[in-house]
């Protein structure tokens, strides 16, 4: 049986008391569920609170951006040096939110990674073609380049972990479901692009390769039952406890 790593994605979508409330009801409701990796990412500004509800539990911390220096003047940043001192495990880098809103570029996603391989926290890099790079049959080749200006000239020490989260963008919050067949054969040309950058034991026992992308609970079980999806990335139902419950549950039986 795989360990799921299961990504709540919270967004800019809860004000303070939202988040909190989340967060008891996930608490409460998925101690049941042990086993499953279940990682809730608030806002920055709900870090330390979302820290204290879950602790004793089996739930880990996980902020959905970071900086890629430790201090610095660099204005309304945050230093991944302090997201790991409020015990965040897991970092999101290079949401496609992100790299469309606010410019995030290529060589900023690989200055993020590469500074939290410095630290204990794991980044979760996220990639995926848009719905025009896709008719136009460039997925593999958008895929490739976004995976090597990211990981190009890195190596993962023993400790280090990596998170792969594939999310074409045209299915974030859209409410579609993808044919799991063609995540399967993404996520293996995902996998096969890893090989070419890293040990094959690299890949296969440090590297994680997630799905994002209007998972919910009806969906999730066929796509975690895909033999190379290691687990989802989850926006909108995430935000509602019986859902994110739900799919917890349903990735823990496979
Ligand atoms: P969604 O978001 O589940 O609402 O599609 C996923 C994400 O953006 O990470």
Known sequence: MKNSLI?????????????LDLAK??????????????VLCPSFTELAQVREIIKNSDIKLGAQDCFWEEKG????????K???????????????????????????????????????MTPVLCIGETFEQRQDGLKDVV???????????????????LVIAYEPVWVIGSGQDIDPDEIEHT????????????????????????YGGSVDPENVAKYISQPTV??????????????????????KKL
């Open 143 to 161: 895929l490739t380049r976004q995976l090597h200006s990211a990981l190009n000239g890195l190596w993962l020490n023993k400790s280090d972990r």
């Open 7 to 19: 990504i709540a994605n919270w967004k800019m979508k809860l004000n303070s008391s939202e988040s």
């Open 230 to 251: 290691h687990g989802v990335l989850v926006g909108g139902a995430s935000l509602d406890s019986t859902h994110f419950t739900s799919i917890i549950a349903q990735t």
């Open 73 to 80: 003047s660099f204005t309304g940043e945050v230093s991944p």
């Open 25 to 38: 009801k996930i608490k409460k409701a998925s101690i049941k569920y042990t086993g499953a990796e279940v």
């Open 187 to 210: 996520h293996q040309i995902i996998r096969q692009l890893l090989y070419d950058l890293f040990e094959d034991k690299v890949v296969d026992e440090q590297i994680k390769i997630i």
């Open 82 to 120: 302090v997201l790991q001192d409020y015990n965040v495990k897991y970092v999101l880098v290079g949401h496609s939110e992100r790299r469309q809103n606010l410019g995030e570029t290529e060589k900023m996603i690989h200055n993020k990674v590469r500074f939290l391989f410095t630290t204990e």
